[in-house]
């Protein structure tokens, strides 16, 4: 069956920087297009990037771009957010996605908390 498994989160300080892993089983991972969305308390969940089956493109919402790195490693069926300068904002449960076969697969997510 299709797995998606988050890990990374933790407690950061203002201005540091933390690696989300997402690793992936149940489907050809190398095919589908992998998302990351996070959820703060209060509020709707929110797209956070994407990336390609092939890595080749990615998408960021506008208030991580330049500070976020979606990447992939199809080798490993893993897909990475690598967040820097991290903000108070950021602060949310952050959940891995694909889309197979018309239906939407998430992960147990993982907290990110950044507070000094």
């Known amino acids: 069956q299709v797995r998606l498994v988050e890990s990374g989160g933790g407690l950061v300080q203002p201005g540091g920087s933390l690696r989300l892993s997402c690793a992936a089983s149940g489907f050809t991972f190398s095919t589908y297009t992998m998302y990351w969305y996070r959820q703060a308390p209060g509020k709707e969940r929110e797209f956070v990037a994407d990336i390609t089956g092939a890595g080749g493109s990615t998408n960021y919402v506008d208030s991580v771009k330049g500070r976020f790195t979606i990447s992939r490693d199809n080798a490993k069926n893993t897909v990475y957010l690598q967040m820097n300068s991290l903000k108070p904002e950021d602060t949310a449960v952050y959940y891995c996605?694909?889309?197979?076969?018309?239906?939407?697969?998430w992960g147990q997510g993982t907290q990110v908390t950044v507070s000094s």
């Open positions: 996605n694909t889309h197979l076969w018309g239906k939407a697969y």
